[in-house]
């Protein structure tokens, strides 16, 4: 079985201000992982996601996040938030060759103040 | 075009009442879910259907039934509602592969209970 926690429940930070949400999971297996980003009133969109290769991954508005085996982690980062960028964001976890089941931390909500 | 959708978007009802939420996609994939986000936010996985056939069933009460009429349609049925029933329920689907491939989410159903 696998488990995601997000160390941060929310997590405010200024306009222009640099970010980091922090993910760790637990797996006795190889897994994929995952961060979405829920928008006030929204479904989850994809955000970004680590299958296999570099372990460095980018999305196409500016978040990254690395794979660090060793440390179990995925953190997310961007150098610079917009206010835009205020939403819930949950990192998860899929076992490799498994039934597909996503598996979700709790959640962060990243809040950006002008 | 709404690539998964669900009806209805907001649903109240009485403890005890049987209800059921629609989830459709037009995206051509074979493989649907249904996830439960609660109150704090805490998303889980009930079900997953791959073709119509039952793929993922979570320690769900039997109180929910899961019902695909075609591959692109995902129904939940609800019977004898609880107040712990209420929830976000969210739809999404995917086409699997050999890789884990992206799960596309509908807009969630609120359903409160009183």
């Known amino acids: 079985a696998q488990s995601v926690t997000q160390l941060d429940s929310q997590v405010p930070v200024f306009e222009e201000a640099p970010v980091e949400l922090r993910c760790n999971y637990s797996?006795?297996?190889?897994?994929?992982l995952f961060w979405y980003v829920q928008y006030p009133n929204q479904g989850l969109q994809l955000l970004l996601k680590y299958l296999s290769g570099s372990t460095l991954v980018e999305s196409i508005n500016g978040f990254e996040a690395e794979f660090n085996k060793s440390q179990t982690s995925f953190h997310l980062r961007k150098p610079s938030v917009h206010i835009s960028d205020t939403a819930e964001y949950f990192c998860a976890v899929s076992e490799i060759g498994g039934a597909q089941k996503l598996v979700f931390g709790q959640g962060t909500r990243l809040t950006i103040n002008p | 075009d709404t690539a998964v959708s669900q009806t209805p978007k907001y649903l109240v009802t009485q403890m005890g009442n049987d209800k059921s939420i629609k989830c459709e996609q037009n995206l051509g994939h074979d493989t649907m879910y249904w996830y439960k986000q609660d109150s704090k936010k805490f998303l889980k996985i009930m079900f997953s259907?791959?073709?119509?056939?039952?793929?993922i069933n979570e320690t769900v009460p039997n109180r929910f039934s899961p019902k695909s009429p075609d591959k692109a349609h995902l129904n939940l049925h609800i019977n004898s509602l609880e107040l712990g029933d209420s929830a976000v329920y969210f739809c999404?689907?995917?086409?699997?592969?050999?890789?884990?491939?992206?799960?596309?989410f509908g807009p969630g159903t609120r359903l409160t209970v009183l």
């Open positions: 999404a689907s995917s086409l699997p592969g050999e890789r884990f491939d992206t799960q596309y």
């Open positions: 259907y791959n073709n119509k056939e039952l793929i």
């Open positions: 797996s006795s297996v190889s897994v994929y």
